[in-house]
């Protein structure tokens, strides 16, 4: 069995032709496959900080719901054991976008079981966001001693995403 293609399939921006309908009759796609992103808002929700800190992508791409996750569960560890809730880590993405695979059999005698690509729209194999460029994708929120702590944390997240990214610092006005 094969496991996930590699993000590199999916990091170009399509236009999107999956459509998920009310009316079953008129839906694309039968089946939506759920997130695997747990959680968007982590850390103390409740007080305002000095500083913003972002990871921004310096052109427009396609980040699947594992990735996310991988990227949210580095930063959320490293922050929690550093600044135990002195943070507040908010996932500013939402993955809409249905990715679809059309799975083929190769190897020996694939030719004469598989139909090609006749038909090939594809199944739905997971869920992706789509990012502008500069748009971002993680934002930490911290006062002015924790900076260069979240920018640790932050740039950890840069290789688990495809794509290349900057980080932004800013003042919480």
């Known amino acids: 069995m094969a496991g996930l293609r590699k993000g ?8 999107a032709y999956t459509r998920k309908s009310k009316f079953k009759t008129k839906a694309f ?14 850390g103390d929700l409740h007080r305002s900080f000095g500083y913003i800190i972002e990871l ?17 569960q580095v930063v959320n560890r490293k922050l929690e054991n550093l600044l135990k809730t002195d943070y507040l880590l908010q996932v500013r993405v939402y993955p809409h976008q249905i990715l679809r695979e059309h799975k083929m059999l190769t190897g020996a005698g694939a030719d004469r079981m598989s139909p090609g ?6 199944k739905p ?12 994708v993680l934002s930490i929120s911290v006062d002015k001693n924790n900076i260069n702590t979240a920018k640790e944390a932050i740039s950890m997240a840069r290789s688990r995403l495809p794509g290349s990214y900057l980080i932004s610092i800013r003042e919480n006005k």
């Open 125 to 136: 194999m997971g869920i992706a966001a789509q990012l502008k460029k500069f748009q971002a």
């Open 8 to 15: 590199r399939a999916y990091r170009r921006v399509k236009r």
């Open 117 to 122: 690509m006749s038909h090939a729209f594809g």
């Open 56 to 72: 921004l992508p310096k052109k427009e791409t396609q980040i699947r719901h594992n990735a996310l996750e991988s990227a949210r």
């Open 29 to 42: 796609i039968k089946a939506v496959p759920f997130s695997k992103i747990a959680r968007y808002k982590m």
